[in-house]
């Protein structure tokens, strides 16, 4: 599922940051994974698990 979509500025040799901040997310546990997508190709981060308790 798709949460969001944006640009990414580019600042090569440096890393590149991008924030998202999650608000209404039921209580339990959720995964999420970025993708970059870039004329370059594609890179996707490990998966994050995150535990909602309230």
């Known amino acids: ?3 969001a979509e ?3 500025a580019a600042r090569t040799p440096g890393a590149q940051r991008a924030t ?3 608000t209404g997310v039921a209580p339990g546990s959720h ?3 970025v993708q970059f997508v870039n004329a370059a190709g594609v890179t996707s981060s490990d998966t ?3 535990r909602v308790t309230h």
Do not use: F, N
């Open 31 to 33: 995964r999420y994974r």
């Open 1 to 3: 599922m798709l949460v």
């Open 20 to 22: 998202l901040p999650v």
């Open 6 to 8: 944006g640009d990414l």
């Open 48 to 50: 994050l698990s995150v």
